[in-house]
């Protein structure tokens, strides 16, 4: 089977083209974190927008898909590892499972790439509409199958000149502007549609400039001290039965020493015992937090004895208000939130009965959960309002959306990135926090067992990052911040009102060599 499938796909890159298709999306990896090389993709794309443009349908098709596998092939290499050191399969099989999944994600690029042939006059690969399809598969991306919107190409700019647009499109529209500008570009090189790429590359260059020190939510005069707690629990030993006491009661030492913080975060799972068995610890932890007058959220497994079903959550031990005498903490109780958007095979397998017999890597430990509410409340600490996510959600922005309120304060992310090893798959992950942090101008905390820790302010930048692998306590002071970005109002609507513009660039050209 993987001598087929090493065949299949040298039968794709048969020519020069086709080996530079593929070499223009492996250098995309460079453009994200921790290279990020944010005008990598205003060189490599519109070059390899030379080997698209006017390709037939058949052509077009299998370059999109080079171009997806090349991109996806480096881009998320670091799934590799998760699977390589914890599936428990052979090099082999584990190496196929990781092409197979790039294969996959390959055929987005392929179908808009396809698209934008099959549905021109001449069956040639036109660039505005391709860029159109674009932003459609990429939707569809973040959608099927529960969806996979990582390294959408907007996360490439977090830290260019055109930050300052996120406000308003968001990391998707921010994706319409970085193609719209290549394709400006690649237009620019060929000496066509002069006056339309000038005005593209122009527009959004004086669009960053002007909103370059806009201010879209307005400092309060509070501030809030926090603790991120990475406690640098090795993953091959966090799930023994006989580390539980071990890893809780070392959770609970670095948090001593820190009281003076009103809020402390742990982990996702930092608590591994499941919350009905763990009753003795999380009393002890609740009354020693609200007796220093902080709160503790921590990640926690929570299972429901009634339904029999298990939950990645995250509750809150010690003050809910400030006025509170004593600790807030009860079982089930509501300040608490259960993992909405779970990750396939790591927290759910489906099909798991064929697929559960086969390998241990459909049988991870925790990987039996069932999903929270779409919908829930933030979380309240020491009177501060967390709108919480755990891990893989935070590359979700509709689900952010749909839980951001106007009384929220801090953005909290948790994560347990240790599967992953020293790859750059967390460092993109704290980029996608970084994100969001933007679009929606509320800081952010992002705690972790082994990196990446940091807290980030209401415009995305870092105020204070802790180094991966150390067991260690991060310390900030957060400015709170009162009012809404345009994003945040108006949702991911931006997003279809570029791909709609692309379209009318379209047809505008389409129309005008018509009419010559």
Not at 34 to 40: A, D, I, K, N, V
Not at 137 to 157: A, D, I, K, M, N
Not at 363 to 385: C, K, M, T
């Amino acid at each position: 089977m993987f001598s087929t499938l090493i065949k299949s796909l040298k039968t794709f890159l048969i020519t020069p083209n086709h080996w530079l298709s593929f070499i223009a999306g492996l250098s995309l990896v460079f453009a994200y974190a921790p290279f990020s090389l944010w005008w990598l993709p205003f060189i490599s794309i519109p070059l390899w927008f030379f080997i698209l443009k006017d390709c037939s349908i058949k052509n077009a098709t299998k370059h999109g898909f080079i171009f997806g596998f090349g991109w996806f092939a480096s881009g998320i290499s670091w799934v590799h590892v998760a699977i390589d050191q914890f599936g428990g399969l052979p090099l082999v099989i584990s190496v196929l499972l990781m092409v197979l999944l790039c294969l996959y994600l390959a055929l987005f690029p392929a179908l808009a790439a396809y698209l934008s042939a099959k549905l021109t006059t001449n069956k040639q690969a036109n660039l505005w509409l391709f860029s159109v399809f674009w932003l459609i598969t990429e939707y569809l991306r973040g959608v099927l199958l529960t969806g996979f919107p990582w390294l959408s190409l907007g996360y490439t700019q977090i830290d260019s000149p055109l930050a300052s647009l996120i406000p308003i499109t968001g990391e998707f529209g921010l994706n319409s502007i970085v193609l719209l500008s290549c394709i400006a570009i690649h237009q620019l090189i060929q000496r066509k549609s002069l006056l339309l790429s000038c005005s593209i590359i122009i527009s959004f260059v004086v669009a960053s400039l002007v909103l370059n020190d806009k201010a879209w939510v307005t400092p309060t005069d509070k501030t809030v001290k926090v603790a991120l707690v990475q406690g640098n629990i090795k993953q091959e030993l966090k799930w023994e039965p006989d580390q539980e006491w071990p890893t809780m009661l070392k959770y609970l030492d670095l948090t001593r020493v820190n009281y003076d913080a009103d809020i402390i975060i742990w982990p996702e799972s930092a608590i591994t015992a499941v919350e009905p068995l763990a009753q003795e610890f999380l009393e002890l932890a609740d009354k020693s937090a609200a007796l220093q007058n902080s709160t503790i959220i921590t990640g926690i497994l929570n299972y429901n004895f009634k339904n029999k079903e298990y939950f990645n959550s995250l509750i809150t031990l010690g003050k809910k208000h400030q006025a509170d005498k004593q600790g807030s903490y009860e079982y089930n109780a509501d300040n608490r939130y259960s993992k909405y958007h779970l990750l396939p095979i790591g927290e759910f397998v489906p099909f798991q009965e064929w697929l559960r017999p086969i390998a241990p890597l459909f049988n991870l430990p925790q990987s039996s959960f069932s999903e929270g509410d779409y919908v829930q409340p933030n979380l309240i600490a020491n009177d501060i309002h967390i709108l919480p996510l755990i891990c893989f959600e935070i590359a979700f922005p509709a689900q952010l959306k749909a839980n951001f309120q106007a009384t929220t304060n801090i953005l909290l992310t948790v994560s347990n990135d240790s599967w992953f090893g020293n790859s750059h798959g967390p460092h993109q992950h704290l980029d996608i926090a970084r994100m969001r942090a933007a679009e929606f101008g509320r800081p952010l905390l992002r705690a972790t067992n082994n990196g990446v820790t940091a807290a980030v302010d209401h415009t995305g930048k870092v105020i204070n990052v802790i180094p991966q692998f150390t067991e260690e306590v991060l310390r900030a002071e957060i400015m709170l911040v009162e009012g809404e970005t345009p994003y945040a109002l108006w949702g991911q609507f931006t997003q279809w009102l570029f791909a709609l513009l692309t379209l009318l660039i379209y047809l505008v050209s389409r129309f005008s060599k018509s009419s010559k």
